[in-house]
């Protein structure tokens, strides 16, 4: 934008005109100064010779007019074609993309272009003005600069070109804009110098920003415990990180170049090299296993991997790459190597079967597993499991699968139908697990054939199942003919001797005089009374009536009162109404109460017992504690503990459940849960 005083606009016009004012100027007084010398002739009456001079003169004086008309416009042309030149500058001087400045001797902008208007971010008037004094100005580093070592002041001092001096403009908000300046000074009076301005803050961002990642790249370079490098397109290495040096021994400038192959074990060089040679020509990842040598002269192993930078083009800028130390990995994986070795040696010798299933097919089965299913081991690895499943049992086998792929549960145990090669049933038991690899599930498991186990137990529950039919039939003929003894003794014995005893008192009554003969009596009459009560006490333990008469309830209540007397340990007895309660419940509990009493009486040497009956949910809870010495765990799962195993059988009917709690010398609870039968007839 040039600066222009419009308030002159005549001076203006003669200033754009003076070419055609010196011709008009010239014209008039030439034609002023003929008119004159002719009038003064005429005047005169001069001779012809003078008038004939006076005609030349004036012919001169028309050429002379004429000659200055054709300068005239001659520097007419020239003039418009400067202008044209002119206005031409100023459109490439306005739409530069560079601000430049004109500067007075005094420092002030006289001339100036938009460009400048934006990276300064002044306006006309502001630039006019001289707003950019009142801002600073910083070097470089971030100083401040002074006013004389602005490049206009050194450039119109030294009378010298200043080319690129980096400065920065703290503007009012606190921002500051970088630029690069140079300065010229201009050999006219009116102007000093020209200022060339090139914004350079997104540049200088972008460089700091550049310097901040590099910074950045160095500062985690150090900090990886990998090594770190970096090399040229060519291959020529240019930067190790301590790493390097740290493992090697090597000096940064040892390992530049092709240094770096030096660490790398005889027997790997070449090969490390082929593969870098085949990355720089193919642009390609390099990566490789390889063994380098430690300062100390120790070989390990480590997996050297590195990338090309690329530019737009797809031209390689840099090599940038690391190095990991794999050594335990590597003997990790011979030992693993080793421990497959000795898997696989097992496996094929193990007499159950052995697979690993993934990606729904069998990886690996070992010879036992394929002739379950009468396959060989080629045939059946790749094979889907549903071939070997009857088809009954697809939904369980696929649904046991996918709960452990899901990862529902860790270990499995379960049994299926297999079907075998020839379409016959296989009964097999798996115990499967899942782990990964690679991060993918994979199963494995082993695999048992059962089918003659299956056989052989369905013939044992089988015969459980006839001898538990056979124990309920005979206890319930025991019982029967326990309550038929039973009421014989009670009724027929029991009359006998009621009328034996009867006419022993009788016949002692009508014996008066013969002593001996009554005291004999008397003698023999006490001892049908005792065997009366020993009768009695026979009946009751067959079956005692009062069970059927009276319930179970007054039974406990007898029964408990009789072994009171008989051992002397106290029954503290809690009992719920058992009146309506199933007659066959209510005997087996009675059988299960004599043969809990007997134990006690005879092994536990207690002086209390508690015997309970509560009624509650649907069930009967049937406890008897002591405060004995207690049963031990082996003698409650001991075969020999027949009283135990009586008592378990008879509960099998009802689906009854025993448990037994003992502690030493603390006593014994044996608990009874029955479900609550209740008896139709009542």
């Not at 002379?64 to 008309?69: G, H, V």
């Not at 020509?281 to 590195?306: A, C, M, P, Q, V």
């Not at 396959?375 to 790749?382: A, I, L």
């Not at 949910?617 to 002591?626: A, L, V």
Request: proline content about 3%; overall charge negative.
């Amino acid at each position: 934008m040039e600066n222009l005083d419009k308030s002159k606009p005549i001076e203006s016009f003669f200033l754009r005109n003076k070419f055609f004012l010196l011709w008009l100027v010239t014209t008039i007084f030439l034609s002023v100064f003929f008119l004159v010398f002719l009038s003064v002739i005429w005047l005169t009456h001069v001779n012809t010779n003078a008038e004939i001079l006076c005609l030349l003169f004036a012919v001169g004086i028309i050429f002379t007019i004429w000659k200055l008309k054709h300068q005239t416009d001659a520097m007419k042309l020239a003039e418009e074609e400067l202008k044209r030149s002119e206005e031409k500058w100023r459109k490439l001087f306005n739409i530069l993309p560079i601000g430049v400045t004109v500067l007075d001797v005094n420092q002030n902008i006289t001339e100036f272009n938009p460009a400048i208007e934006k990276i300064l971010g002044l306006t006309q008037e502001g630039l006019l003005n001289g707003d950019y004094n009142k801002r600073k100005y910083l070097r470089k580093d971030n100083s401040i600069m002074p006013a004389e070592e602005f490049p206009s002041v050194i450039a119109v001092k030294d009378q010298t070109i200043i080319e690129n001096i980096e400065i920065g403009v703290i503007k009012e908000d606190g921002s500051v804009i970088w630029a690069n300046v140079s300065a010229a000074p201009l050999p006219f009076h009116d102007t000093a110098c020209v200022t060339v301005t090139n914004d350079i803050t997104r540049q200088k961002d972008s460089l700091e920003k550049l310097k901040e990642s590099e910074q950045e790249f160095r500062v985690l370079a150090e900090a990886m415990p990998q090594i770190v490098w970096i090399c040229l397109p060519n291959g020529s290495n240019i930067y190790f990180n301590q790493q390097w040096i740290d493992y090697t021994g090597l000096t940064m400038e040892e390992s530049r170049g092709t240094g770096w192959i030096i660490p790398f074990h005889p027997e790997d060089k070449q090969q490390a090299w082929d593969a870098w040679q085949n990355a720089i020509k193919n642009n390609k990842e390099y990566s490789l296993e390889s063994r380098l040598r430690r300062f100390d002269g120790t070989y390990r192993w480590w997996l050297i991997h590195g990338v090309p930078v690329l530019d737009s083009k797809g031209n390689i800028l840099k090599w940038i790459g690391s190095c990991t130390d794999i050594n335990e990995l590597k003997i990790a994986e011979a030992e693993l190597q080793k421990s497959e070795e000795r898997f696989r040696t097992i496996a094929e010798s193990a007499l159950v079967g052995i697979y690993v299933l993934q990606d729904g097919k069998y990886a690996y089965v070992n010879p036992a597993m394929a002739h379950i299913f009468g396959y060989t081991v080629p045939e059946m690895t790749g094979m889907s499991p549903n071939v070997i499943v009857q088809p009954i049992d697809h939904g369980l086998v696929v649904d046991n699968i996918n709960r452990r792929i899901a990862g529902e549960v860790r270990t499995i145990q379960y049994k299926f139908k297999g079907r075998h090669q020839d379409g016959s049933t296989r009964i097999v038991e798996v115990y499967g697990s899942r782990m990964e690899m690679n991060s993918n599930p994979v199963l494995i498991g082993t695999l048992i054939d059962i089918t003659e186990q299956t056989l052989a137990e369905k013939e044992i529950n089988e015969a459980r199942r006839q001898l538990e039919e056979l124990y309920r039939h005979l206890n319930n003929d025991r019982e029967i003919d326990h309550n038929r003894i039973s009421r014989k003794i009670h009724d027929e014995l029991g009359q006998s001797l009621t009328a034996l005893k009867m006419d022993l008192n009788w016949t002692n009554d009508f014996i008066e005089d013969n002593l001996p003969v009554k005291n004999k009596i008397t003698g023999m009459i006490a001892i049908v009374n005792d065997i009366i009560k020993k009768v009695q006490h026979i009946a009751s333990e067959l079956r005692p009536a009062m069970l059927d008469d009276l319930g179970l309830n007054t039974t406990i209540e007898w029964y408990c009162g009789e072994f009171e007397k008989r051992y002397g340990i106290i029954c503290h007895l809690e009992l719920d109404d058992m009146t309506a309660i199933n007659s066959k419940i209510q005997l087996t509990l009675y059988r299960i109460l004599q043969e809990g009493l007997t134990n006690i009486a005879r092994h536990a040497k207690a002086k209390n017992v508690i015997v309970q009956i509560q009624l509650s949910s649907g069930k009967i809870n049937f406890k008897i504690s002591d405060d004995g010495i207690g049963i031990s765990e082996k003698q409650i799962i001991s075969k020999d503990s027949l009283g135990l195993l009586g008592v378990k059988e008879r509960l099998k009917e009802f689906k009854g459940i025993l448990g037994i709690n003992s502690l030493p010398n603390k006593g014994t609870t044996l608990v009874i849960c029955v479900p609550l039968l209740i008896e139709e007839s009542k």
